[in-house]
Nanobody, 129 residues
Framework: AQVLVESGGGSVQAGGSLRLSCAAS????????LAWFRQAPGKEREGVAA???????RYADSVKGRFTISKDNAKNTLYLQMNSLKPEDTAMYYC???????????????????????WGQGTQVTVSS
C-alpha cells in the first residue's frame, strides 16, 4: 500500500515558521510528482506548492516568497518550509502524489486536487494574529 504521513503542524503566531514533513512508504517519491494542498474550514482544497521528478517547482501566488517545497530522496520525504506565516494560512495541510508529468511542471502550473491519487491524512496548521 502507498502511504503518505504528514507531520510538523502546530500553532504559531503570525510571522512565525513551521516545517511540514511528508514521509512516504510503498511509493518512491523520486519518481513522482508531489504537492502540498491546504483546506480551511468552509473552503475548497487548494494547491499551494508542487515539485516534479525533474526538479521543477511551482507555487501558488498566495505563498510565493514565503513557502519552500523540497524533498529528500534518500529519506523518501517531502517537506514544506513555511515562513512569515499569516492567519490566512490556517488550514489542514495535505501532501499528495501522482505520476510525474511527462515534461515537468509548466509555467503557471498550480496543483489540482483531481490530478492526485495518493493523499496523506493531513496535519493542522493554525496561525494566530
Amino acid at each position: 500500500a502507498q502511504v503518505l504521513v504528514e507531520s510538523g503542524g502546530g500553532s504559531v503566531q503570525a510571522g512565525g515558521s513551521l516545517r511540514l514533513s511528508c514521509a512516504a512508504s510503498g511509493l518512491t517519491l523520486r519518481y513522482a510528482s508531489l504537492a502540498w494542498f491546504r483546506q480551511a474550514p468552509g473552503k475548497e482544497r487548494e494547491g499551494v506548492a508542487a515539485i516534479d521528478s525533474d526538479g521543477s517547482i511551482r507555487y501558488a501566488d498566495s505563498v510565493k516568497g514565503r513557502f519552500t517545497i523540497s524533498k529528500d530522496n534518500a529519506k523518501n520525504t517531502l517537506y514544506l518550509q513555511m515562513n512569515s506565516l499569516k492567519p490566512e494560512d490556517t488550514a489542514m495541510y495535505y501532501c499528495a502524489a501522482r505520476p510525474s508529468w511527462e515534461f515537468g511542471l509548466w509555467r503557471g502550473y498550480v496543483p489540482v486536487e483531481a490530478d492526485f491519487g495518493d493523499w496523506g491524512q493531513g496535519t493542522q496548521v493554525t496561525v494566530s494574529s
